[in-house]
């Protein structure tokens, strides 16, 4: 049974290929933004979701795999910065105070439509930092493509006092151990018997 990664995204290929199993991926073309009165985990979950069907949809049968994830910060959500001014900005709002990170993730069997979904959680607590260390760390890791304005899986470790979660890859953008959970019922075997 075929399996598509419904992202192109670097970190999400990355973390899939982790675990050992074939994929494809493909973009599903999801426009991402926030509903009015909608929370991060609800949106995360939501565009989750959005995306595994844009690419279930383009197939008869294969299990699809969607994941989005959002950062708040209190009740703010915080995005993808974008450049490098809107990245400072936002790391400075988080220096010194826990952000909490919502990972969706959707599984479709393109075959019959069966669907599961959920979103896991992991909180990073941030380190009191300069001005000159925050310039300094986006400059050098640039993650203007991360919600947070970080790469925890790179220089971006240094900006955290502490992480609290159920697995650290929902951090960077997929939760594997959530997925290594849910594949069985759409009748994918991780670790099989040789």
Same mark, same amino acid.
């Given at each position: 049974?075929?399996?598509?990664?419904?992202?192109?995204?670097?970190?999400?290929?990355?973390?899939?290929?982790?675990?050992?199993?074939?994929?494809?991926?493909?973009?599903?073309?999801?426009?991402?933004?926030?509903?009015?009165?909608?929370?991060?985990?609800?949106?995360?979950?939501?565009?989750?979701?959005?995306?595994?069907?844009?690419?279930?949809?383009?197939?008869?049968?294969?299990?699809?795999?969607?994941?989005?994830?959002?950062?708040?910060? +209190?009740?703010?959500?915080?995005?993808?910065? *974008?450049?490098?001014?809107? &990245?400072?900005?936002? /790391? %400075?709002?988080?220096? @010194?105070?826990?952000?909490?990170?919502?990972?969706?993730?959707?599984?479709?069997?393109?075959?019959?439509?069966?669907?599961?979904?959920?979103?896991?959680?992991?909180?990073?607590?941030?380190?009191?930092?300069?001005?000159?260390?925050?310039?300094?760390?986006?400059?050098?890791?640039?993650?203007?493509?991360?919600?947070?304005?970080?790469?925890?899986?790179?220089?971006?470790?240094?900006?955290?006092?502490?992480?609290? +979660?159920?697995?650290?890859?929902?951090?960077? *953008?997929?939760?594997?151990? &959530?997925?290594?959970? /849910? %594949?069985?019922?759409? @009748?994918?075997?991780?670790?099989?018997?040789?």
């Amino acid at each position: 049974m075929s399996l598509i990664l419904a992202s192109t995204s670097v970190y999400r290929k990355s973390l899939l290929e982790k675990i050992g199993l074939k994929f494809d991926f493909e973009s599903p073309n999801v426009d991402e933004y926030s509903l009015l009165n909608e929370n991060a985990e609800q949106m995360c979950e939501r565009l989750a979701i959005q995306k595994a069907r844009a690419v279930a949809k383009r197939h008869d049968n294969g299990i699809i795999i969607g994941s989005d994830q959002a950062a708040s910060l +209190g009740n703010k959500i915080l995005g993808k910065p *974008g450049n490098q001014a809107n &990245a400072v900005k936002q /790391l %400075l709002q988080c220096n @010194g105070k826990t952000v909490r990170f919502y990972t969706g993730l959707c599984i479709i069997d393109a075959n019959n439509g069966k669907q599961k979904s959920l979103v896991d959680t992991f909180d990073v607590v941030f380190r009191e930092l300069s001005v000159a260390q925050i310039e300094h760390y986006v400059e050098t890791e640039k993650p203007f493509d991360c919600a947070g304005s970080f790469k925890s899986e790179g220089l971006g470790i240094c900006l955290f006092q502490s992480l609290n +979660g159920r697995d650290p890859n929902t951090l960077i *953008g997929l939760p594997l151990i &959530a997925l290594c959970d /849910l %594949l069985p019922e759409f @009748g994918i075997q991780i670790l099989q018997n040789h």
